[in-house]
Structure formats: structure tokens, C-alpha cells
């Protein structure tokens, strides 16, 4: 046995003694430039401010001298206000969201035309009109994510679409979307240099009709330098830039799949050129809200008053080169806690984020698969619930609810629990089984994830619970 198989073998038997323990225990700074403001920025240059007595935290863009929140709202999660029966999204449930959040200092609005079935602009758009148009800036994305929407006229459409949908006349900040993912360069230059659709944007950004333009980043990290090559360059020139960054990516992102960047290395390229990041995923999906109990006490037993996300918040915002930290918000709840944990926000200390480090590699040993909870992988084109099968499959692991071996003593009841709480999460005809490996889902995903794959081995292991077949639940958990 060479030593990397000694190690696999240490951590499995660390996971599952961690797993038992888990299963016991209680189940419970501002950028510094300003920038030169161009005439035809200037617009819509007032300071957002919200409401100045909230106490939000605000950073400045460098270009427009935009004060934007710390706290961005992320409205692709209006998804989860679905009425069950119509479909529709609950309006006056969003209108709601959006007067708290505006009303406690919160400016910044992040859509895209492929969030929420196409609906995310135009429901974003109705409840954020109902506020003057100084109270906000809202951000758009160029979401040609598709060969069939890659021509100069598809995208333009598209872009047009944005400003029909959300009713404004400007675009405060205008991403080309998810560049790195699929064919790394190569794709990109499809989407946006050979069909003059970046030109065109450019021309807009001098027109005033964009007033900050930049671009979300996914994947290849070939594709994020030569952006920033271009920058530096003078050619191409970008006002902001939007990555994921979390406790967990900031250092270790290539453990969970190795062509995943260090955020680390992202946001230390952007601080370099005095480019302004927002973040995306600071909770990793909501990984980093529902972590394995024995780690969150760790958590809650040095801030005892503050939730495990706020800790995960608080990492995300503590860099003074951060613009804003969005937050897909959909409940109240959700809402209230996170203007509370940046209203001001509280830095972190080295020590805490040297604990964070030791937290993020704790997480590690246990082998949950990276989905987000994204949806770019849906629809599936025969009917499965991919991010519901996946989110089971990792709630689970985390909550230390997995069944181990047929001899273990409390295998009856959790093979039961896993099984209903399957059934529960996703109906049967949207279950794993049905998965014909087309592939279509997993160039999609931002992640990396061999959705086909981990299709396979998720049916596998829920015939051997449903047979009681004889089995060791580290061989469906390792993998990969």
C-alpha cells in the first residue's frame, strides 16, 4: 500500500468516527480609489447611501465612486417563492424583501435573464421600481451561455431584453456572464470578441447605458488571466469583477476538484489592479450554514449570539478590496440576519481567520459533493432534480444521518430516515434512477461536477438500502 492509499484510508476512518460522534452529539476598510468619473457616468453617480442611520457597511467603486452595500442582494433565489400550485412567484413576497432590504441600507441588486425560468428581471424589476432609482444600483449579466444565443443579434436581443424587463433606461453593473466556463478561451471569444458584441458594450459604457462593466467568473483560470492581460493591456478595461470566495475556496478549492481556483489567487490578482470584487457563493451554496454539528458548536462555543453563516459573511466581507457579498435571500429571516451581521460589519482578526482555515480543512474530511444549488445544470431534459437529489445526498453526510454498515446499531433507522427523507425530497419520477447519462447537465455546471456520475452512484446506493444488500457507505461516499 503506497501512502496516498494509508491516507485515504486514515481519513475514512477519521470520517466515520466523526460521523458516530456527529450522529451523538446535540443536534444543533473601503477601496481607497476613487477613480476618475467620466461625464457620461455621471448620471447616476449620487451616493446610495439606503437609509444612513442603518449602520450598513458601504465600499466604493473605483471608477464610478458608486457607495455600494457590503450586502448584495442575490435574486436568483426568488426561485423558492414559487406558489406550489400556479408556478408563479410570489410578488408581494419579493416586493416585501426588497422594501426591508432597501429600507436597512441594502443598494445592491444582482439578476441575470436565466435566473428564476427567465423571471428573475422582471420581478426584480417591479418590486425595485416601486423605490426612487437613486436608492439602488442593479446589476444585469450577459447570460449567452449557449451556442444558439452566441450571434452578435442573439445577444444584443438579449441585452435589450435586460433593460425592457427590469423598466430602466441604465445598467449600474453589467457582467458578461460565467466566462471560463465550457471551452475555456476559446468559448469566450465566441460569445464576445469575434461577433463585436464587446465592442458594442464598450460603446455602451461610453454612452452612459452601462456604467460599470465586468464579468463573472467560472472555471478555467486561463480565461481569468488572459481577462486581466487584456485589462492591463489597455483594450479591454474592467471596472469590477465577480468571484467565488468562501472559507473553504479561499485555500482549498482544488481538494474538492482540481481545476478549481484559489480564491486567494482570484482576489489577489483583482487587488493588484485595484479592481473591486463581488462575491458569489460566501456560504458555498448554504454549505456553510448547515455544517456537521460538532464543527458548528465549535463555532457557536467562541460567538455563542452569532449563527455559523455569519461567521462565513463576516470572512467574505473582511477584505477591503470586496465591492459587495451577495446573499440569495428569500426569507425574512435570512434577511434581517445578514444586514445585522454587516450593519457595520466585523472584520476579522488573523487569529479568526487562521481559525477559519483549520474550520475549512475540519469540513474537508467529509466528502460532500460541491453543488451550490445553482440550477444552471436544470432543466434536465428527462425530468430529474438534480440539485434536490444532490443537496439529500450531502444534508445527510453533514447532519451525521448516513446509514453505515448493515452491523451498525442504528442502521434500521437511519436507512429508513435517509430513504423517506429521499422520497420527501424528491418525488420518485425526479429521482437519480432515471438518469440515462446524456450529459447535458455537467458542461453546465460551474463546479465541475460529473453530474452523470454521481447520478450512478447515488442510485447505487439507494438499491442497496432499498435491497438491504450488504455494503460499506465509504465506497459510495469517496466516490468520485
Sequence with gaps: MNNND???NICRREFL???NAAAATVGASSLIACGTETGSKSTASKQKDGNAASGMTYRTTPTTGDKVSLLGYGCLRWFSLRDKDTGIIDQDGVNELVDYAIEHGVNYFDTAP???????????????NRHPREKFYIAAKISNLTPDTWSREATLAMYNNSFKELQMDYIDYMLLHGVGMGKGIEEFEDRFIKNGVLDDLLEERKKGRIRNLGWSFHGDVKVFDHLLKLHDEGKYT???AQIQLNYVDWKHAQEEHPRNINAEYLYGELEKRNIPAVIMEPLLGGRLSNI???IALQLKEREPEKSVASWAFRFAGTRPGILSVLSGMPY?????ENVETFSPIEPLTQEEMDFLDSTAQQLLRY?????????YCMPCPYGLDIPGILLHFNKCINEGRMPLTSQDPNYREARRAFLVGYDRSVPKLRQANHCINCNICAPKCPQRINIPRQMQRIDRFVEDLKQEREFDTTTYIWMR
Design 17 to 19: 468516527k466523526r460521523l
Design 367 to 375: 466528502p460532500t459533493i460541491p453543488c451550490n444549488d445553482c440550477k
Design 114 to 128: 436565466v435566473y428564476c425560468d427567465g423571471e428573475c428581471e422582471r420581478v426584480t424589476g417591479i418590486a425595485l
Design 332 to 336: 425574512m429571516e435570512h434577511l434581517k
Design 238 to 240: 474592467w471596472d469590477f
Design 292 to 294: 456537521p454539528d460538532h
Design 6 to 8: 494509508n491516507n485515504k
